[in-house]
Each structure stands twice: as C-alpha cells, then as structure tokens.
C-alpha cells in the first residue's frame, strides 16, 4: 500500500491539508486536490490551478525605500479553474456535505500517476449512487489536464444532469497574518475571451503587468447514445450540460488542455486547439497507459526500499512523487518552495532547488538536473544586473527569491543579505560536472557562472591581517541577520573562487580558443583569476577555540543564549510571534547554519570540530524552517550518531503528511522532500561527490531490516542494497568503476554484486 496515499475525512482542516497532498501535475501544470463540485459556503478552500513560471508582477509598497530595494514582486498565478463538474440526480445536487456518505476514499496514486475519489453517497431525499473520480495532468504531454466520472445508479434514478463549467474569473489566496503566504494582489488576469468553437470550450486570461497569456480549451464527451446538451456562455465562463436518463451507469470525460505564452507564445488558443486536435479519439485509459509508462522508468531509477517500516517507505515515496510533479522541465522553470501543490512563498525560486531538491535528480535524473541548472544560467544577465545595483562593481548576484530573475524579496536582511546563494548555484554547477563529465556543459555555461560568482566575492570581502574576510551578510539561520564571516558563506565562498580557477585552468588545457573568447566576453585576465586564487586559499574561517567549533560568524558566540527549554510551545515557529531584532540579538537558530556547511563541505574541517559544533548548535536550534531536520540527520549519520540520525529522519519523512509545520494547506514543502532522501542516500549511506569520485559510508537503522536505492553516475547505474551488517555494491548499467567504502577503494564490474561488511 506503499505506493498509494489514501485519505477520508471531510472536515475543514482535513480538506485544506488534502487539497495540497493530493495534489497532481508533471512540472508544467499543477492542480490542487479539491473537489469537483465544491464545498459548502462554510468551508475554507484553496481552489488552484497553476503553471510553473505563469506569474503577475506588482509593484512593491514600502513606508520608507531605500536604494536598490526591489521594486516590483513576481508572483505565481491561480489560473482558469477547469475543475468543475456538477451532478445533479432528478432534483437533488450531488454534494459531500448533504445527504449520507456511505463511504468515501480518496487515494494518489504514485506509482500510475493519477488521483481518485470513491464515493458511495444517498440524497436527503433517498436517491442512491456510486460515482468514481480519476485525475490525471499528463507526464506525456504536458498541457493536459483531464477527468474521468463515472456514475453508477443504484436506487430509482430517472435523469441525471452533468454540468461541466471552465471559469476564468479566479484569483490567488490571501493570508495577512502569515508572512509565508501573499497578502494582497489577489486578482491579476483579465479575462480576454470566452468562447465556444466547434466541440471546444475556450477561455483565454491576460495578466495585468506581464502581459502574458493562459489558455484552456475543453472538449468533454459522455459515453451516452442519447442524451441532451446545451452550452451557456458568460462574461467569465463557459457552461456545458448533459441530461441523460439515469437508469444505466454513465461515463463522462473531460479534456482539458493548457497553454501559456511561455512555452506556446501568442497563439495559445491555437495551439491548444492544435493538441485537442491530437487527442481526438483518445481515452482516458490510453492516457494512463501513457502515465504508466512514463513512471515505470522514472521508479526504476529513483524509487527508494526501505524495508522494515511501511510508514517511512510511504513517507519517503510521496515526496519523491510529488518532487517529480512540481520539478520544472523546460527552459523557463525551475522548482518553486511550494512547487506546483499551493500558493506559498508565491511560486518563488529559492536556493531550496540547489542544496537540497538539485541532487535527488542530479543522482536519479541527470537531464532534469541539468534543466534546473540552465534555467539559472538563463537569468545570469539578471544577477549581474543585480550585483551592480547593489554597488558591486563586477560579478552576479543571484536573487534570493525569484521566477525570471529580478529580485522578489521585500525583506532584505533575511533576503538580498543572504549572498550565498550565489556561491549555492555555482556549488552545483560543480556537482553536476563531477558527476556527469559533461565538458560542453562545462563550456557553454559552469564557467561563465564560476567566472561571475567568484568575481563578486572579491568585490563584497575583503583583505585585513592576512585573511579574506566577508562582512554584513546573512547565512541559512534566518533568525541571525547582517553578521561579518559567517562560516556557511565563507566556505561556500571558498570553495566557489577556488573552483572558477579550476574552471579557468580546465578551459585552458581543453579549450583555450574558447576561454579566450570567454575572456574578451567577460573582460577576464589572468591578474584577476590570481586574486581568486588568494582569496580563496586565505579565506577566514571563524573558529573558536574556547568551544573547539566553528563560530556561525563573528558575533555569534558573544550573544546570551535564547532559552528554548522555557519557550511555551505556542511561541514556536519564533518569526510568527517575535520581532525580528529581537531573535538577532540571541544565539538561536531557525535551521542547520554551520552544520550545513559541514554536510556540504566536509574536507574544510576535521571530524573532532564538525562533531563538537553540532553538539553546540543542536542545542540551540528551533528547527522552525522545514529546511532543518533533514540536515541534522544526515549529519548525525556522518558523526556516528544512528539513533538521532534516524529520530531527525523521521520528521522530515513525514513533515507533510503529518502537517507537523502546519501550513501544508499552503503547499508541500519541496526542500524538506529533496531533504528526506539527502538522509537516507548522503546519511544513512554516506554518499559524497567528490573530484576522487564516489565515496559512501553505509550505516543502516536499527529499526529498517534493508535499504535499497539506485544512483546514476558518469553514464553508469549503480545499485546499493544496505543490510544489517552487509552491504551489496551491483553495477547495473556502463564501464566498470571505482568507489571509496569505508575509505576502501573497490572496483566494480558490469553483472557483478559485491558484498562487503559495514
């Protein structure tokens, strides 16, 4: 029962929660799990349809602006809502909320693709009826949305009556008492067209700002001989009914195709005319076929086996599937902190997608990794926009939230301040070139981004008693803002500038007719790559000797500690009931700081210090950003630490399905999904990409009887099978390979299975 998710309760909490966990797409197109026909008037809703990248922009108000403060905010839209269908039996409306619920069952299915709704229900007035819901958004074709009723009459029904509506009048969701969520600007699209052309329904919106456009043409069809129709225009929508007699089960289909001028440009009611045309004669089975097709070869590279706990190994699987629905595929998206699932953080890009979403598929999906990464370089015009309207004089600096580029952070201490974001992306642009060998990618785009990123570091640090030192910005912890050295952005800095020189050198030896034309481009002499060179080799890294840890930056350990033994649990999250001073002035931490950077750059320190500052910081952490947990586990597992590894597992598992954060109804946490197999595969099993290659360091829970994952590596597929005391090493796929165990270097032959102790 793994590999579906099954929900039945109706109440108000219950339905905004499942609408985000129920909620399907394929990286384009996302539609929450609501109801077809609705709810009561007294229950809350979220009812959202969304394109990745589709966005409005508004003009940001502030008391008092300064320079270079945002000035316009980018936010994802709720488009046309082509969710409903109504039925009515004789007289009577098919609703949840009246008559009797005989049973219910709500399930996603994540191994085929598709949602469902089972409903046994009777009417108030005694009509009774079974009717089946499927859902699916195509991972084939990636603008179709469609639905599948199917209504089977038990009592004396003599009519029944399916009324299809497609509704452009929508808008977004407001919350002014949740900082996470918009709290204005709800509506942003005209509705520019309403129609009906032939058998097709077409409804045609236009952003207010952006001018771009989204269109949904829908064709619908009952597998009835006889029956009535009628179509019904208004100024938002377009209404289809079907009346037919209700003495024999019936089947109605709705197709629903999306298009927007991202993907489709001006002509998007043409274009999806042109793929309804190319569904003609389809079935919505022939569509799960496709479904399933598509996710039998995405499961046989990325699913994970945990055996020994069905509720981890549901956990774990919902969060792949659900990174896999909200993961953008084409050149204009990327992956938002709420994906494709809700409204939260408005659709925003964050450095979520590198550091913790970037390697599940860098390691299962290479090509939708890379995706990712050319979705960056497309705004790096932005980032070097932004470094210069920061002051800087060369260089890019990436946004801290985003979707084309321009910075969308209002809140500068907790957003612009937080540079490193710049170094985030060129760190996996350096991952995926270590793990794929990719020399045109290498040329056509990771050195431009190292060459750019490495130039702003010399310009926002500086020189002073022998150390590079980098003041007044903002690490992970959001509860510490504007700090000088703080380590994560030190190190990632480091690691940055010394790898555009390796960047440099590479070119050099393979390409040097390329590197000089990237040279002209960019105005780079070697005078300015030596400088990288000693600012990355004298970069200050703040370390205490009283505590023997690595100090979160310069001021850190001078301030009293917050006491979070005493705080009463409603004060938690700290940002939704403290001043943001306030939390500044203590040492209190919102998520993994320095431990972070440890994970990320384990060869910077020696085992006794990352060991001694995780102790520290553990204990002065509020895990309040869904970013956390999965960190400290994974972290746990390298220091030896199996039962806190597995502890700080299972809440990050399990986050959303158990709305432990309590804003799922906002949407899925995709950081924290991405997080969930860092600690299983970089945790449990100790992989590290390194420029030596792979290396792992298995460690199973006592609790779990096996462990099994695939990784892809170099044109190689590599599966890894942990036991209690063994584990088993199967090159499945490409040349035999070298790998570090245990600090052991094996080599592994097609066909063969080696076993070796842990």
Not at 68 to 82: E, G, T
Not at 258 to 286: C, M, P, W
Not at 288 to 299: P, R
Not at 694 to 717: G, I, K, V
Request: hydrophobic fraction near 35%; proline fraction near 2%.
């Amino acid at each position: 029962m793994t590999w579906k998710l099954t929900k039945s309760e109706i109440d108000n909490q219950s339905l905004l929660l499942d609408e985000s966990l129920l909620s399907i797409g394929n990286g384009y197109l996302g539609v929450r799990g609501n109801f077809e026909e609705g709810y009561k008037s007294v229950y809350s809703s979220i009812r959202g349809t969304y394109i990745n990248a589709f966005h409005d922009e508004t003009e940001i108000s502030y008391g008092e602006k300064l320079h270079a403060f945002p000035n316009i905010q980018q936010k994802i839209l709720n488009v046309i809502d082509a969710q409903t269908i109504n039925i009515y039996l004789d007289d009577e409306q098919f609703s949840l909320f009246d008559g009797e619920v005989v049973r219910l069952e709500r399930n996603l299915h994540m191994d085929a693709g598709y949602a469902e709704r089972i409903v046994h229900w009777k009417s108030a007035k005694g009509k009774e009826v079974k009717i089946h819901f499927k859902r699916l958004i195509s991972f084939v074709t990636k603008e179709i949305f469609a639905i599948e009723v199917k209504i089977v009459p038990i009592s004396n029904i003599k009519r029944v009556k399916i009324v299809s509506v497609v509704d452009g009048n929508v808008s977004n969701f407001v919350d002014k008492n949740d900082p996470r969520v918009a709290s204005g600007h709800a509506t942003r699209l005209h509705i520019a067209e309403v129609r009906k052309d032939g058998n097709y329904s077409i409804v045609k919106n236009i952003t207010y700002a952006t001018k771009l456009e989204v269109a949904c043409v829908t064709s619908s069809m009952i597998d009835k001989d006889e029956y009535e129709y009628s179509s019904k225009l208004t100024d938002s929508s377009v209404e289809e009914t079907y009346l037919c007699n209700g003495n024999k089960p019936i089947q109605f289909t709705k197709y629903n195709v999306y298009t927007d001028t991202l993907r489709h440009g001006d002509a998007v009611i043409d274009k999806a005319q042109a793929i309804q045309q190319q569904l003609n004669g389809a079935s919505f089975e022939g569509l799960l076929l496709k479904q399933q097709e598509y996710l039998n070869k995405f499961w046989s590279t990325a699913d994970v086996k945990i055996n020994g706990d069905a509720s981890l190994q549901e956990g774990i699987r919902f969060n792949l599937y659900q990174l896999l629905q909200s993961v953008g595929k084409d050149p204009v998206s990327n992956i938002a902190a709420k994906g494709l699932s809700g409204e939260g953080y408005e659709g925003h890009y964050f450095w979520d997608t590198e550091i913790y979403i970037f390697p599940v598929f860098l390691m299962t999906n290479p090509e939708i990794a890379k995706n990712l990464l050319i979705q960056r370089y497309s705004i790096l015009d932005s980032a070097r926009a932004r470094a210069k309207e920061m002051g800087h004089k060369k260089g890019a600096l990436f946004p801290w939230r985003t979707i084309t580029g321009p910075e969308s952070s209002a809140f500068f201490p907790a957003g612009t301040a937080q540079y490193h974001i710049s170094a985030d992306i060129a760190y996996s642009f350096i991952q995926y070139y270590l793990v794929t060998e990719d020399e045109v990618f290498l040329k056509d785009y990771m050195a431009e981004i190292l060459f750019e990123t490495a130039r702003l570091w010399i310009d926002v640090g500086h020189m002073k008693n022998g150390f590079f030192r980098i003041d007044s910005v903002t690490g992970p912890d959001e509860y510490t803002c504007i700090v000088n050295n703080n380590y994560y952005t030190n190190v990632m800095a480091k690691h940055n500038l010394l790898w555009a020189v390796k960047a440099y050198n590479l070119l050099k030896t393979k390409d040097s007719n390329l590197l000089k034309q990237l040279s002209d481009k960019l105005n780079l002499s070697e005078l300015e790559v030596s400088e990288w060179t000693d600012a990355g080799e004298k970069m200050y890294l703040p370390y205490d000797e009283k505590h023997k840890i690595n100090a979160q930056d310069d001021s850190f350990l001078q301030k009293d500690r917050w006491d979070l033994e005493n705080t009463s649990k409603d004060k938690f999250p700290l940002l939704l009931n403290y001043h943001p001073l306030t939390l500044y002035r203590y040492q209190v931490c919102k998520q993994a700081d320095t431990v972070l950077a440890h994970f990320l750059l384990e060869d910077e320190q020696d085992f006794e210090t990352m060991n001694n500052s995780y102790n520290y910081y553990e204990q002065i952490t509020t895990h309040d950003s869904s970013l956390s947990s999965c960190i400290f586990s994974a972290m746990a597992s390298k220091l030896g630490d199996k039962e806190k590894a597995y502890e700080y597992f299972r809440k990050t598992a399990r986050l959303d399905l158990e709305n432990t954060h309590s804003n799922t109804k906002d949407g899925l946490h995709m950081a924290n999904m991405g997080g969930t197999w860092l600690a299983i595969v970089y945790g449990f099993a100790g992989l590290r990409v390194k420029e030596s290659g792979l290396s792992l360091a298995p460690s199973l829970p006592e609790h779990w009887d096996s462990l099994e994952f695939n990784l892809q590596y170099q044109n190689r597929t590599l599966t890894i099978k942990m036991e209690r005391s063994t584990v088993t090493y199967s090159l499945i796929e490409g040349d035999s390979l070298s790998i570090s165990h245990n600090g052991e270097i094996i080599d592994l032959e097609i066909g063969e299975n080696m076993k070796l102790a842990v």
